[in-house]
C-alpha cells in the first residue's frame, strides 16, 4: 500500500477574478504543508457548508508556486458559481495535491497540448512545470471552445510557443470544434509533433483518439468523472480501460486523472 | 477522564472499540485511502468495503449522481475478491492501526459459505459485518436482506462458520418491517445490526433522456435519508436486546447525537466523509467530553 | 399550437384534464387558500385535502420540521369532514375553476363505505383520488395501501359504490415491493395510479431530548425524496397500464421532466409549492411550449 | 369561502443594518400592489433558491410605510442569517400580508406592549400604526431579551410612551426576565393599563398569563410556529385552543398570529 499524502487544508482565497462572461481565476494562498504537485493533479474544494451541493468539487491545478495555488473556474453550476464568486479573504477546505498519474515531461521533445474548455488548466500547469524545469521541446497549444465567451482572454500566450484557438461559434480563431482544428494544423504541416497531450470533454478526446490517433507517438490524457472522495476509495469515479483484452474499472482520481488514451474503452464508458 | 472514556467504550460481542464512532462500509474503501484525511486510528472502528468470494469489476456507467441533500450510488460491490483483501488489504489495515470490521457480502448460498470459511482461517478478524442488503447487486443482497427466513438461514450459517467472532447483520430500509428483519438477525444469533444501508432511488439525464445509471436503480445515500434512518434505526432498537449501530445522512455532531437517542449503541459515517473527513473525529471528541446522550 | 396543446390534455378514465399538472393532495388544502399565489384554473387540477367522513382535528404537537432538502410533516389528517367538504368547500372550489380531484381517506372499513356513498351523492364529483397510504393515522391508511388483498377489496368496493366516476390510487412508498401494489389497484378496477405518498421518517429535538413529533414517526417530503419517487412510478408505470401520476420532490421543471420520462402521465406537485408557488404553472407552461416528453 | 389577496412579490432590499451582534433591520422596497397590512401580520420570505433551507422563513412587520417594509431580523439559524446578510440591491420573494388576525387598536385605552426577543417587531408596527391613526392611550413597551446583544439599540424609544427592559444577564436594564419585570412594575405602580399585548417565545407568553393574567382586562399575543404554507392552506403551524371544553386546533398564519391567551390550551402545545 503506497503511503498516502492526501491531506484537507484550509485555503485562503488571495483573488479572484473573472477572465471572461463564464470562467474566473480563483487563486489561493498555498496552504502550510500543501506539497508540491504535479500536471494533471487536482484539488478537491469544499464550496459551501450546505448539504446542497453536497460533494466536494473537484478542479485541476492550474499553477502551483511557493505561494499560490490558481485555479481555472467555469461557471457550470450552483458548485462552481459558488467558487468563482468566493470573495478575498474566504477560507475553504480544499483537499490535495490529488491524482495518482501525471503528465510526464516531454523531456526534449516537441508536444501538442489539445485543451476543450477548462480542459485548458491542466495544460498551463503542464507548460509552466515543464519550462521551469528547463524542457526545451516546442510546446503548441491547440484550444477548443463553445465560443469567445468560454475562451478566456489569452493570460497564458507567454506559456506556449505557439496558441491555436478553435470556437464552434467561430467568435475567436478557427471556426469549428478543436479536433478538427488540430487535423487541420497537421495536415497543412503547421504543427508537427510526436507527443500529444489532452485534457477535455470525453467526447473531445475520443474524437482526438480517431481523427489524429495515429498521428502521435503517445498520447496522454487527463479524464473528468463525477467524483465522491477523491482519494480511489469509493470507486465511484471509474474509467473503463481495456487491458489485455478485459475492460477494468480505473479510478480517474487515483489510477489517473491521466491516461494512456488508446486504453479508454470508450463504448463501455457513459 | 478515565470514567468519561469508559463511557464511549463500545462492545459488540466479544469486540470492544476505543469509541463508539466507526466508519460505514464503502465511502472510505479499504480505510488506508483515506489515512491521510482521517486519523482512522483514533475511531473505534473502519468497516471495510464489502467483499465477496471473487473479485468484482462492479458496475459499468457512470456510478454517482448528486441529488437534493443525497447521492445516488451504483458502485455495484467492486471490491478486490477475500484473497486480495485478506493477503493485502487487512494486514496492511492492522499494520495501520486501525481497527477493522470485515463486512462481507451475502451473496449465493455457495459463495457465502466459501467466503465464510475463507475469513474463519483468519485469525486476526474478530468482528464482521453481514451485507444483507446491497441494493446494487441482482442477485445476492436485497433478496437475502428482504426476507425474515433468508436473515435466519444467512446469520445462522455466519454464527456456525465463524465461532466466537462477532457478528453485525446490516440491514436495508427498502422493506416493510425493519424491526422483523433485526429480530430475525437477532434469533439468529447475530451480536449486533447495523441500519442502515442505502435508499433505493434512480435519476433521469433529462438532456441525454436515459436513466443515468445503467442498472437504473441506486442506492441514495448522505442528509437526505437521515429522518428515514433515525426511524428505522428507532424501530430496530426496540425490536432487539443487540446494540445497533445507526448509520444514514449523519452529516453533524448533533446528528450523531439523535442516533443516540434514538437507541443506537454506536454510529457509521459513510457519505458525509467525502465532504467533511474530520466529521467522524469530532463526534468521538464530543462523546469524549460529553459522554454517551442516553437512550431517550 | 392546437396539436401542440392536445398532447398535454390528460385523461384519467372518463375524467379530463386542462393539462397533466396537478397539486398534490394536501399542502394546498383545498386549493382556495392558495388562489392568491397560484392560478389554480391554469393547473389540470388540485388534488383537495384528504376528507374522512367525519372531521379529524389532526395530530397534537408540533407538526412540521425541517430536514436536509426535505420536510417531515404530522399533519394528521386534520380536515373538515365529508359534510362540510360536500356543502361548503366543494361549491367554492367549482365556483372558482378550479378542476377538483377528491382525495378520501380509506380509513375503516365502515367509515370508508360511508363516506364512498356521501361521495357518490354529488355528481359533480367526475374523479376521487383514494388515500391508501397516509401514514400519519394509526389505524387505516398505512395498513391498507401495504396490503395486496386490502388495496384490492379498497378498490373494488369503490369501485362499485361510486360507478362512471374515474378513481385514482394513491400508494405509499413504505412497502418493499410498490409495482405489486399497483397491479392490484388495477386488478380491482382503478382508473389510475399516483407515486407516491410521503416517506415514513423522524426526527429528534437534541436540546429538548424528545422526537420532534409526538407521534414519533412523520411523512418525509419534499426534494430528499424525488429520487425514491421517481423510482416508484418508473416501476409502477412499468406495472400498470393505467396512467399513473408522479409526485415527490419535484421542485423544477426538470424534475417534472424527469417523471414524464419515467413513465408518468401526469405529476402532482405538493411541497416545492410553500416555497415556490409558480412552479406548476410554470411546468405546465413549459409541456404547452414543448410537448409531453416521450417516455423512455 | 373569504377571498384571498395574499400574494406573492417580487421585493428589492434597500438597506441592511446590523443593529445589535445578532440582529439586524432589513428594509425592502414596498413592491408594486403590496396591501397595507395590520399589527401582528407577517411577510414570508425564500431566503434563498437553494432547498436547504427549504422553506420561507416567517417574518412579523416592522413597518410598513408607503415606499418601505421593514423587518426586524434576528439570527437563529441559517435561513435568518441569509435574511440578514442580504445586500442593497438583492431582490427576494416574499410573500404577504400574511395573517387573518391582528393587534386591535387600544382605541382610548393605554396599554402593555411585552415583547420577548424579536417579539418586538411587530410591537414597533403596532405602535407607529396606531400612533399614525391618531390613537391617543399610553403605550408601555416591556421589553425582555436574554441579553444586550439581543436587545437592540433603541431606535424605537420615540415610538413609545415609556420603555423597560429585562435582560436575563442584566447586561441591560432589569436583570431578570420580562415577566418578573412585569410584575414588578405593575406591583409598584409604575404601569398600570387595561389592555396587554403581547408577542414572544411561547414559553414567556404562558407565564404572562399565569402570572400577570387576572391583571388586565384583555390579553392578546402573536404566536409563533413553524410554519410551510403560510395561508392556512396545509395545517402545519396549528396552535391548540380551548373552545366550549374541546380542544380545536388553529392555523396561527391564518387564524392568527394574533389570539386571546386565555384561549391557548398549553399543555397540549409542544
Ligand atoms: C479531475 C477534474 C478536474 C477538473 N478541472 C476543472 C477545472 O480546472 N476547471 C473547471 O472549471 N472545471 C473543472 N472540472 C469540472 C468541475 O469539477 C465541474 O464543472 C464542477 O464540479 C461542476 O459543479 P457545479 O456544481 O457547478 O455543477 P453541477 O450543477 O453539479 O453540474 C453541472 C455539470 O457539471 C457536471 N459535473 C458535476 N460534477 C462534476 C464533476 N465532479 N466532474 C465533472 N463534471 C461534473 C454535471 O454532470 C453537469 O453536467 C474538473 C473535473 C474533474 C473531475
Ligand atoms: C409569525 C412569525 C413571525 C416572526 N417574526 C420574526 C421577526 O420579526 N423577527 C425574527 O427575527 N424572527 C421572527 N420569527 C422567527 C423566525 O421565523 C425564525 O427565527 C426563523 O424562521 C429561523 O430560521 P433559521 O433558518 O434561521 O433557523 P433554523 O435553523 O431553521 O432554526 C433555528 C431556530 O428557529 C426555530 N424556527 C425555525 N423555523 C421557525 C419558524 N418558522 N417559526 C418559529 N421558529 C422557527 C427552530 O425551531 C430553531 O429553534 C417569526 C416567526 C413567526 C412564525
Ligand atoms: C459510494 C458508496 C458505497 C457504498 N458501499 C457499500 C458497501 O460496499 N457495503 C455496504 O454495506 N454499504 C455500502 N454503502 C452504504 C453505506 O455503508 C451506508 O450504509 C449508507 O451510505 C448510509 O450512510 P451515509 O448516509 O452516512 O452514507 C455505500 C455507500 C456509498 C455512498
Ligand atoms: C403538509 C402535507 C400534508 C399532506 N397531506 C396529504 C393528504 O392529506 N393526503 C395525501 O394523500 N397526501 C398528503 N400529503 C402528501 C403529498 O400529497 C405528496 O404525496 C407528498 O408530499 C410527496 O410530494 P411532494 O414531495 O411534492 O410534497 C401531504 C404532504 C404534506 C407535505
Ligand atoms: S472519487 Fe472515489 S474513487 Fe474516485
Ligand atoms: S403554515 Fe400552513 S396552515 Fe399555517
Same mark, same amino acid.
Given at each position: 500500500?503506497?503511503?498516502?499524502?492526501?491531506?484537507?487544508?484550509?485555503?485562503?482565497?488571495?483573488?479572484? +477574478?473573472?477572465?471572461?462572461?463564464?470562467?474566473?481565476?480563483?487563486?489561493?494562498?498555498?496552504?502550510?504543508?500543501?506539497?508540491? /504537485?504535479?500536471?494533471?493533479?487536482?484539488?478537491?474544494?469544499?464550496?459551501?457548508?450546505?448539504?446542497?451541493?453536497?460533494?466536494?468539487?473537484?478542479?485541476?491545478?492550474?499553477?502551483?508556486?511557493?505561494?499560490?495555488?490558481?485555479?481555472?473556474?467555469?461557471?457550470?453550476?450552483?458548485?462552481?458559481?459558488?467558487?468563482?464568486?468566493?470573495?478575498?479573504?474566504?477560507?475553504?477546505?480544499?483537499?490535495?495535491?490529488?491524482?495518482?498519474?501525471?503528465?510526464?515531461?516531454?523531456?526534449?521533445?516537441?508536444?501538442?497540448?489539445?485543451?476543450?474548455?477548462?480542459?485548458?488548466?491542466?495544460?498551463?500547469?503542464?507548460?509552466?512545470?515543464?519550462?521551469?524545469?528547463?524542457?526545451?521541446?516546442?510546446? !503548441?497549444?491547440?484550444?477548443?471552445?463553445?465560443?469567445?465567451?468560454?475562451?478566456?482572454?489569452?493570460?497564458? +500566450? /507567454?506559456?506556449?510557443?505557439?496558441?491555436?484557438?478553435?470556437?464552434?461559434?467561430?467568435?475567436?480563431?478557427?471556426?469549428?470544434?478543436?479536433?478538427?482544428?488540430? /487535423?487541420?494544423?497537421?495536415? +497543412?504541416?503547421?504543427?508537427?509533433?510526436?507527443?500529444? !497531450?489532452?485534457?477535455?470533454?470525453?467526447?473531445?478526446?475520443?474524437?482526438?483518439? +480517431?481523427?489524429?490517433?495515429?498521428?502521435?507517438?503517445?498520447?496522454?490524457?487527463?479524464?473528468?468523472?463525477?467524483?465522491?472522495?477523491?482519494?480511489?476509495?469509493?470507486?465511484?469515479?471509474?474509467?473503463?480501460?481495456?487491458?489485455?483484452?478485459?475492460?477494468?474499472?480505473?479510478?480517474?482520481?487515483?489510477?489517473?486523472?491521466?491516461?494512456? /488514451?488508446?486504453?479508454?474503452?470508450?463504448?463501455?464508458?457513459? | 477522564? *478515565?470514567?468519561?472514556?469508559?463511557?464511549?467504550? #463500545?462492545?459488540?460481542?466479544?469486540?470492544?472499540?476505543?469509541?463508539?464512532?466507526?466508519?460505514?462500509? =464503502?465511502?472510505?474503501?479499504?480505510?488506508?485511502?483515506?489515512?491521510?484525511? $482521517?486519523?482512522?486510528?483514533?475511531?473505534?472502528?473502519?468497516?471495510?468495503?464489502?467483499?465477496?468470494?471473487?473479485?468484482?469489476?462492479?458496475?459499468?456507467?457512470?456510478?454517482?449522481?448528486?441529488?437534493?441533500?443525497?447521492?445516488?450510488?451504483?458502485?455495484?460491490?467492486?471490491?478486490? =475478491?477475500?484473497?486480495?483483501? #485478506?493477503?493485502?488489504?487487512?494486514?496492511?489495515?492492522?499494520?495501520?492501526?486501525?481497527?477493522?470490521? %470485515?463486512?462481507?457480502?451475502?451473496?449465493?448460498?455457495?459463495?457465502?459459505?466459501?467466503?465464510?470459511?475463507?475469513?474463519?482461517?483468519?485469525?486476526?478478524?474478530?468482528?464482521?459485518?453481514?451485507?444483507?442488503?446491497?441494493?446494487? @447487486?441482482?442477485?445476492? =443482497?436485497? &433478496? %437475502?436482506?428482504?426476507?425474515?427466513?433468508?436473515?435466519?438461514?444467512?446469520?445462522?450459517?455466519?454464527?456456525?462458520?465463524?465461532? =466466537? *467472532?462477532?457478528?453485525?447483520?446490516?440491514?436495508?430500509?427498502? %422493506?416493510?418491517?425493519?424491526?422483523?428483519?433485526?429480530?430475525?438477525?437477532?434469533?439468529?444469533?447475530?451480536?449486533?445490526?447495523?441500519? $442502515?444501508?442505502?435508499?433505493?432511488?434512480?435519476?433521469?439525464?433529462?438532456?441525454?433522456?436515459?436513466?443515468?445509471?445503467?442498472?437504473?436503480? &441506486?442506492?441514495?445515500?448522505?442528509?437526505? $435519508?437521515?429522518?428515514?434512518?433515525?426511524?428505522?434505526?428507532?424501530?430496530?432498537?426496540?425490536? %432487539?436486546?443487540?446494540?445497533?449501530?445507526?448509520?444514514?445522512? $449523519?452529516?453533524? @455532531?448533533?446528528?450523531?447525537?439523535?442516533? #443516540?437517542?434514538?437507541?443506537?449503541?454506536?454510529?457509521?459515517?459513510?457519505?458525509?466523509? #467525502?465532504?467533511?473527513?474530520?466529521?467522524?473525529?469530532?463526534?468521538?471528541?464530543?462523546?469524549?467530553?460529553?459522554?454517551?446522550?442516553?437512550?431517550?
Amino acid at each position: 500500500m503506497k503511503g498516502n499524502t492526501k491531506r484537507s487544508y484550509k485555503a485562503r482565497v488571495i483573488s479572484s +477574478e473573472r477572465i471572461s462572461p463564464s470562467c474566473g481565476v480563483v487563486v489561493f494562498e498555498r496552504p502550510e504543508g500543501f506539497p508540491d /504537485a504535479l500536471p494533471g493533479q487536482f484539488v478537491s474544494v469544499r464550496v459551501s457548508d450546505s448539504t446542497v451541493p453536497l460533494l466536494r468539487r473537484p478542479y485541476s491545478i492550474m499553477d502551483l508556486t511557493g505561494l499560490e495555488l490558481a485555479l481555472l473556474v467555469k461557471v457550470a453550476g450552483r458548485g462552481s458559481a459558488m467558487l468563482a464568486s468566493a470573495g478575498p479573504g474566504e477560507v475553504m477546505d480544499l483537499a490535495g495535491p490529488l491524482g495518482g498519474a501525471s503528465f510526464d515531461d516531454p523531456g526534449g521533445d516537441d508536444a501538442v497540448l489539445v485543451a476543450g474548455g477548462t480542459g485548458l488548466a491542466p495544460m498551463i500547469f503542464s507548460a509552466r512545470t515543464w519550462k521551469r524545469r528547463g524542457s526545451r521541446g516546442r510546446l !503548441y497549444l491547440v484550444h477548443g471552445a463553445a465560443s469567445r465567451d468560454e475562451s478566456p482572454d489569452s493570460f497564458f +500566450e /507567454a506559456d506556449f510557443d505557439k496558441v491555436f484557438r478553435a470556437t464552434m461559434d467561430g467568435s475567436a480563431g478557427f471556426s469549428g470544434d478543436v479536433v478538427a482544428l488540430l /487535423a487541420k494544423l497537421l495536415d +497543412e504541416g503547421r504543427i508537427s509533433a510526436p507527443l500529444l !497531450y489532452s485534457c477535455g470533454p470525453a467526447g473531445m478526446v475520443r474524437a482526438l483518439v +480517431e481523427r489524429t490517433g495515429d498521428r502521435f507517438k503517445s498520447h496522454h490524457t487527463s479524464l473528468e468523472a463525477v467524483m465522491a472522495c477523491g482519494v480511489g476509495a469509493c470507486r465511484g469515479c471509474t474509467v473503463p480501460l481495456r487491458e489485455g483484452g478485459r475492460i477494468v474499472f480505473k479510478a480517474v482520481c487515483d489510477d489517473g486523472t491521466v491516461f494512456r /488514451a488508446s486504453d479508454i474503452a470508450w463504448e463501455e464508458w457513459w | 477522564m *478515565v470514567t468519561e472514556e469508559k463511557k464511549s467504550v #463500545f462492545r459488540v460481542g466479544n469486540a470492544a472499540f476505543i469509541n463508539p464512532v466507526l466508519l460505514a462500509s =464503502g465511502p472510505a474503501g479499504y480505510g488506508l485511502e483515506y489515512s491521510g484525511m $482521517i486519523r482512522l486510528a483514533r475511531l473505534g472502528g473502519v468497516v471495510t468495503k464489502t467483499i465477496s468470494l471473487k473479485p468484482r469489476a462492479g458496475n459499468p456507467g457512470v456510478r454517482l449522481r448528486e441529488t437534493g441533500s443525497g447521492l445516488l450510488n451504483s458502485v455495484g460491490l467492486e471490491n478486490v =475478491g477475500a484473497a486480495r483483501f #485478506f493477503g493485502e488489504k487487512l494486514p496492511a489495515i492492522l499494520e495501520a492501526g486501525i481497527r477493522p470490521v %470485515v463486512s462481507l457480502a451475502a451473496e449465493d448460498w455457495d459463495d457465502y459459505t466459501q467466503l465464510l470459511d475463507e475469513t474463519s482461517c483468519h485469525r486476526d478478524v474478530d468482528v464482521v459485518e453481514l451485507n444483507l442488503s446491497c441494493p446494487n @447487486v441482482e442477485r445476492g =443482497g436485497l &433478496a %437475502v436482506g428482504t426476507d425474515p427466513a433468508k436473515v435466519d438461514s444467512y446469520v445462522k450459517e455466519a454464527r456456525s462458520r465463524l465461532p =466466537g *467472532v462477532a457478528l453485525l447483520a446490516k440491514l436495508t430500509p427498502n %422493506v416493510q418491517d425493519i424491526a422483523s428483519l433485526a429480530a430475525a438477525a437477532e434469533g439468529a444469533g447475530a451480536d449486533g445490526i447495523t441500519a $442502515i444501508n442505502t435508499v433505493i432511488g434512480m435519476d433521469i439525464d433529462i438532456g441525454k433522456r436515459r436513466p443515468v445509471f445503467r442498472m437504473v436503480r &441506486a442506492g441514495l445515500s448522505g442528509p437526505a $435519508i437521515l429522518p428515514v434512518a433515525l426511524e428505522a434505526v428507532w424501530r430496530a432498537a426496540r425490536a %432487539v436486546k443487540i446494540p445497533v449501530m445507526g448509520a444514514g445522512g $449523519i452529516s453533524s @455532531v448533533g446528528d450523531a447525537m439523535k442516533f #443516540f437517542m434514538a437507541g443506537a449503541a454506536a454510529v457509521q459515517v459513510g457519505t458525509a466523509i #467525502f465532504y467533511d473527513p474530520g466529521l467522524p473525529e469530532r463526534i468521538a471528541e464530543e462523546l469524549e467530553r460529553s459522554g454517551l446522550p442516553a437512550r431517550i
